[in-house]
């Protein structure tokens, strides 16, 4: 059995939305996904926190480890320092998968 982690990355900074910061923020998901991570696919998508909708990067990925578990949890708290996130949502599923 594998595992599929779904992060879910919150873009703006603060209150700052602009597209500057958006576009700094994509590249951060980008980076620390590169860093902590072998594969994975990102997702451009709007989320809802807190009432307020913002712009988000969903990072996807599969493992055959429940120890890259620390790898996760290492992207996660780079990207809240860096990007001033008061939350991520991290999402973790037994999934079944071939390769065709």
Same mark, same amino acid.
């Given at each position: 059995m594998?595992? /599929?982690?779904?992060?879910?990355?919150?873009? +703006?900074?603060?209150?700052? !939305?602009?597209?500057t910061?958006?576009?700094?923020?994509?590249?951060l998901?980008?980076d620390f !996904?590169?860093?902590?991570? +072998?594969?994975y696919?990102v997702?451009?998508?709007?989320?809802r926190? /807190?009432? +307020?909708?913002?712009?988000?990067?969903?990072?996807?990925?599969?493992?055959?480890r429940?120890t890259?578990?620390?790898?996760?949890?290492?992207?996660?708290?780079?990207?809240?320092?860096?990007?001033?996130?008061e939350?991520?949502?991290?999402?973790?599923?037994?999934?079944?998968?071939?390769?065709?």
């Amino acid at each position: 059995m594998s595992l /599929r982690y779904t992060i879910y990355c919150g873009l +703006k900074v603060g209150s700052d !939305a602009s597209a500057t910061t958006i576009r700094k923020s994509r590249g951060l998901v980008y980076d620390f !996904a590169d860093k902590h991570l +072998k594969a994975y696919t990102v997702t451009e998508g709007v989320g809802r926190w /807190r009432g +307020k909708t913002e712009p988000t990067s969903i990072v996807t990925f599969i493992t055959d480890r429940r120890t890259d578990v620390t790898k996760v949890n290492a992207f996660v708290h780079s990207y809240k320092w860096h990007n001033n996130q008061e939350s991520v949502l991290i999402v973790e599923e037994e999934v079944e998968i071939n390769f065709y």
